[in-house]
């Protein structure tokens, strides 16, 4: 059974940094394109990053520079190290991933809450 389950989050001042794992048992991080996304408070869902298959990454403007998606492919994780956290980068943080045998089928994690003071 696919599951992907983050961890991670808490509560940091602006500037500081965390880092999100994503743990994802039940596929193959290596061969599954991973995301993370986010929903801010009051916000609807919204991507930040992504690692393709053959890893790739990309990033959504507001976090590139600042953001840095990963995986270990021993540890079966995706991370998602977070530096210079602004306030309005807080929210819920979700891995996502679509089978890449059948793109149809998503699967989502509960999320990690991150919370970033000023």
């Known amino acids: 059974q696919v599951r992907l389950v983050e961890s991670g989050g808490g509560l940091v001042q602006s500037g500081g940094s965390l880092r999100l794992p994503c743990a994802a048992p039940?596929?193959?991080?290596?061969?599954?394109?991973m995301g993370w996304f986010r929903r801010a408070p009051g916000k609807e869902r919204e991507w930040v990053a992504g690692?393709?298959?053959?890893?790739?990454?990309n990033y959504a403007d507001d976090v590139k520079c600042r953001f840095t998606i990963s995986r270990d492919n021993a540890e079966n994780t995706v991370y998602l190290q977070m530096n210079s956290l602004k306030p309005e980068d807080t929210g819920v943080y979700y891995c996502?991933?679509?089978?890449?045998?059948?793109?149809?089928?998503?699967?989502w994690g509960k999320g990690t809450l991150v919370t970033v003071s000023s």
């Open positions: 996502k991933t679509n089978l890449a045998s059948d793109l149809r089928v998503e699967y």
């Open positions: 690692i393709s298959r053959g890893g790739a990454a």
């Open positions: 039940g596929i193959s991080v290596n061969s599954n394109a």
